[in-house]
């Protein structure tokens, strides 16, 4: 099965370690050596964590003399945000149509609750006369 940008960009920001290097990379540039001075782990691996997030099209890497500065590309950023905001709004509009209908029964119970609080004027239909016990009724 093929694994789309979408979903890799997703499973390589999965990781506490990747997305902060991401937001590392947010505020500059840097390179492998930079960004391990930051982790108890060793170069090798904060490498791997960067060919992940370069697999996935979130970081490049450049080549400037003997450096070798690590970047973000925001491209598969604004894909993941579009993709975001996408459902973001379909949940919204969800919410707001349950809003609607919240409130629409929250007006019938005020309607119903103020019907029922109406004064009784002591005048009884002929139903409530016959089916009402009287005061010597053992019911």
Known sequence: MAVDQL????V???DPTRRDI???????DATVGELAESYA?????????????EEAGLVSRSRDAQRRPCHLEPQVFDLMTSWIERYRRRAEERFLRLDAVLAAMGDSDATAQAQDATPDTGTHSRTDRLTAPTEGDPS
Do not use: I, T
């Not at 090798?44 to 997030?53: E, Y």
């Open 7 to 10: 979903s890799r960009a997703f």
């Open 12 to 14: 390589a920001l999965a």
């Open 22 to 28: 991401v937001a590392r990379l947010s505020v500059r």
């Open 41 to 53: 782990m060793s170069m090798q691996a904060v490498s791997k964590h960067l060919k992940v997030l």
